[in-house]
């Protein structure tokens, strides 16, 4: 089983940065793809952006350009850069990871709050 603990979100006006981690624990041989997510209130859970265990990412239209994915697969975590950010950015943040080969999320983490103001 794998556990995942997103720390990093807060508060931050219109324009700043901050930077999500998401730590892996448990079996992490059991980890493929890692991703975030968020989900603003009454709205649905969207994607944001994952990256493959060999490093390939892929990122929403929306935070193409502002935000940037990574990941060391020595500390089993993965990183969300968010720049530039908007007030259409406030979501809870969710890390979620894939057993290898997989198309679905198989982990979910806690959430971390991001709150963008103007």
């Known amino acids: 089983q794998v556990q995942l603990v997103e720390s990093g979100g807060g508060l931050v006006q219109a324009g700043g940065s901050l930077r999500l981690s998401c730590a892996a624990s448990?079996?992490?041989?059991?980890?493929?793809?890692m991703g975030w997510y968020r989900q603003a209130p009454g709205k649905e859970r969207e994607f944001v952006a994952t990256i493959t265990s060999y490093g390939s990412a892929s990122y929403a239209d929306s935070v193409k350009g502002r935000f940037t994915i990574s990941r060391d697969n020595t500390k089993n975590t993965v990183y969300l850069q968010m720049n530039s950010l908007k007030p259409e950015d406030t979501a809870m943040y969710y890390c979620?990871?894939?057993?290898?080969?997989?198309?679905?999320?198989?982990?979910w983490g806690q959430g971390t709050q991001v709150t963008v103001s103007s």
């Open positions: 448990g079996s992490s041989f059991s980890i493929g793809t």
């Open positions: 979620a990871a894939r057993k290898p080969l997989r198309a679905k999320n198989d982990y």
